[in-house]
């Protein structure tokens, strides 16, 4: 079993930064890839970013692309989500999920799921 726990979601100005967080327990993290997605209220949950096993590849959501960036550090089981230059349409609650394998782009194809930190960005 995975667990995921996100952190560092809050308040921040449009054009400003944050870095989200998400550790995971267990001792596979290495297996398996990783994904951001997001969900802002009366809409749903959208795919944010993704990056493989080992880190060497990463895909993004047009919406994000060149602002945000995913990375991981296996050693220390935790993925990361940077966010440069957040809009107020950026504000959500943010969930990072686990899959075994690679490629994923479907919050279905994810098995494991964090709570969510909630992300918002004011104008």
């Known amino acids: 079993q995975v667990q995921l726990a996100e952190s560092g979601g809050g308040l921040v100005q449009a054009g400003g930064s944050l870095r989200l967080s998400c550790a995971a327990s267990?001792?596979?993290?290495?297996?398996?890839?990783m994904g951001w997605f997001r969900q802002a209220p009366g809409k749903d949950r959208e795919f944010v970013a993704r990056i493989s096993r080992g880190g060497g590849s990463t895909y993004y959501a047009d919406s994000v692309k060149g602002r945000f960036t995913i990375s991981r550090d296996n050693a220390k089981n935790t993925v990361y989500l940077q966010m440069n230059s957040p809009k107020p349409e950026d504000t959500a609650v943010y969930y990072c999920?686990?899959?075994w394998g690679d490629g994923y782009y479907y919050s279905y194809e994810y098995e494991f799921w964090g709570q969510g930190t909630q992300v918002t960005v004011s104008s």
């Open positions: 267990g001792r596979s993290f290495s297996s398996l890839s």
């Open positions: 999920a686990a899959a």
